[in-house]
């Protein structure tokens, strides 16, 4: 009883922001938010939800405070409560081209113009979204530590990030995609030194392109 307070609780404060704006006429609010800006390898994912008023998963909360099979079980309750969502994203090249910050605000604004109907208002997790939505959007520091509707929209994020990460340590087996997710890890420098950089790493990022250099040089 008293875990079930506590994380009834919990879920309150960071619904309060929520229905703070409620209160004031923002009837269908929408988290949104990003997983993959700091990997070296693959795209970076944006996901928005479309959060119901009247129910809450338990357990909810920022994806990076959660494991892979707590994201996945929740991913699924998420998707069942708040019906209404989207995933998008912005390839490696893509972020060499516009630049990372460019390339999540792209991605973002697909799964935001995705979602049928539109909401009254969005939370995006500390990225100011410009241009045409027809609806309000507001940036939150932090907006996946206390804002419901965006710490859904993190984990939807993360899990779809992660099983684009596990399908492309398939097609290249030698980086470790499927156990780091394309982060900076040291077995994933390793093999930057040793392989070089494959077509869905970001070289444009220093960490990758250095390796390249030196592997190019010493041909």
Do not use: W
């Not at 609010?29 to 939800?49: F, H, T």
Request: net charge positive.
């Amino acid at each position: 009883m008293a875990q079930l307070l506590a994380e009834t609780f919990r879920l309150g404060l960071m619904r309060g922001l929520e229905e703070l704006l409620r209160g004031g006429g923002y009837g269908r609010i929408a988290g949104v938010d990003e997983a993959g800006r700091g990997s070296l390898a693959g795209p970076v994912v944006a996901a928005a939800v479309v959060v119901e008023p009247d129910r809450a998963v338990p357990g909810v909360d920022d994806s990076k405070a959660l494991g892979a099979a707590q994201r996945q079980r929740l991913a699924a309750a998420i998707r069942r409560a708040h019906p209404v969502s989207a995933v998008a994203a912005a390839s490696p090249r893509e972020i060499d081209r516009v630049n990372i910050l460019e390339a999540t605000r792209r991605a973002m604004r697909r799964c935001l113009r995705s979602l049928q109907p539109a909401p009254d208002l969005a939370l995006v997790d500390a990225v100011s979204l410009s241009g045409g939505f027809g609806f309000p959007r507001l940036a939150v520091i932090r907006g996946d530590q206390i804002s419901y509707a965006v710490a859904c929209a993190s984990i939807l994020a993360k899990c779809e990030r992660d099983r684009i990460m596990i399908e492309l340590d398939g097609k290249y087996p030698h980086y470790g995609f499927a156990a780091h997710k394309g982060y900076g890890a040291p077995r994933h420098r390793q093999a930057l030194r040793e392989y070089g950089p494959c077509p869905v790493h970001r070289l444009t990022f220093r960490s990758v392109l250095p390796a390249a250099s030196v592997r190019a040089g010493g041909r």
